[in-house]
């Protein structure tokens, strides 16, 4: 086991930590607004805030378990978790994008997939 390798996977325990926090911040916002105080379009920005901060609690849990897997902690999934997929995601009142997202890969998955 490498201390180098623990080290990065306890700052992207933090990382996650950080986002799990501001995903339940803006989820209470969301949910405290009401239909008398705040227009659509302010109830949809804060949705699409919301949107945003889930999709980086997201990436940052894939970090964390290529870490994981990085310092032996934990087993690797199967290769087909790690395939880059397309996400469909709010970008403004009205409107959506796609977007491709591979997930981060542990060392020996991407040894495998050569």
């Known amino acids: 086991m490498n201390i180098e390798k623990l080290q990065t996977a306890q700052e992207a325990m933090k990382a996650l930590i950080s986002a799990m ?27 699409d805030r919301l949107t945003d901060v889930c999709f980086a609690r997201d990436r940052a849990s894939d970090y964390l378990h290529a870490c994981l897997v990085n310092a032996g902690l934990t087993p690797a999934k199967p290769a087909g978790h790690y395939a880059t997929r397309e996400i469909h995601q709010s970008a403004g009142f009205g409107h959506s994008i796609s977007m491709k997202y591979t997930p981060a890969i542990p060392d020996c998955v991407r040894e495998q997939m050569k």
């Not at 926090?21 to 949705?47: G, I, P, T």
Request: proline letters at 0%; hydrophobic letters at 30%; glycine letters at 0%.
């Open 21 to 47: 926090k501001d995903v339940e911040k803006k989820s209470q916002k969301l949910h405290s607004m009401n239909f008398n105080d705040n227009s659509v379009k302010q109830r949809a920005a804060a949705s």
